[in-house]
Nanobody
């Protein structure tokens, strides 16, 4: 059973930083890509960032490029999302997601496994 467990959400003032982490376990090997998506109240879930198995391919949504950084630990099971210069519009539940293989994906339906989500709230 594949499990993704997120941590690191919370409340921060605009301009501040937060770092989210997600650890994968279960039978998703041998290679899997990971990503982050978010869902604000009343809105659809949207893509935030993607990282390939080896970490060489990273993709960001236009809204976060230059402010957020996605990375992956050497053991490949943990992915981080460093969020800087946060804005109130970044407020959302952030979900970690994963899929087998190395294909770059950016849509919700292309991910196979999901975490439970972690709340990020940015106050103005």
């Amino acid at each position: 059973q594949v499990q993704l467990v997120e941590s690191g959400g919370g409340l921060v003032q605009a301009g501040g930083s937060l770092k989210l982490s997600c650890t994968a376990s279960g039978g998703i090997y041998p290679e899997f890509a990971m990503g982050w998506l978010r869902q604000a109240p009343g809105q659809e879930r949207e893509f935030v960032a993607f990282i390939s198995w080896g970490g060489g391919n990273k993709v960001y949504a236009d809204s976060v490029r230059g402010r957020f950084i996605i990375s992956r630990d050497n053991d490949k099971t943990t992915v981080h999302l460093e969020m800087n210069s946060l804005k109130p519009e970044d407020t959302a539940v952030y979900y970690c997601a994963a899929r087998s293989g190395s294909q770059i994906v950016q849509t919700e339906t292309q991910f196979d496994y999901w975490g439970q989500g972690t709340q990020v709230t940015v106050s103005s």
